[in-house]
């Protein structure tokens, strides 16, 4: 049974970092990609980024520059560092993990508020 554990949300200033980690167990997660996706209220769920186990990154215009996502294959985690947050940032920020080719291997985190407020 696959199983996601997020940690590492909380309430920020505007300009200030967080940064989320996301531990996946259960099964082999080499043909996975890793990513992030946030909401907001009233928003869609939309993509951060992802991460492929070979170290090739996607990320969201809104967030280039300002976040980096990691992986570490050898602990089956991924980690979102975000700096110079900014209010518009807010949101839930769930940790996602997928099969490149079996689109029913889809996985949820459970979600960890991110608030950047002064």
């Known amino acids: 049974q696959v199983q996601l554990v997020e940690s590492g949300g909380g309430l920020v200033q505007p300009g200030g970092s967080l940064r989320l980690s996301c531990a996946a167990s259960?099964?082999?997660?080499?043909?996975?990609?890793m990513g992030w996706y946030r909401q907001a209220p009233g928003k869609q769920r939309e993509l951060v980024a992802h991460?492929?186990?070979?170290?090739?990154?996607n990320y969201a215009d809104s967030v280039k520059g300002r976040f980096t996502i990691s992986r570490d294959n050898a602990k089956n985690t991924v980690y979102l560092q975000m700096n110079s947050l900014k209010p518009e940032d807010t949101a839930v920020y769930y940790c996602n993990v997928r099969h490149l080719i079996i689109s029913t291997l889809n996985y949820w985190g459970q979600g960890t508020q991110v608030t950047v407020s002064s």
């Open positions: 259960g099964r082999d997660f080499s043909m996975f990609l």
């Open positions: 991460i492929r186990t070979s170290g090739n990154t």
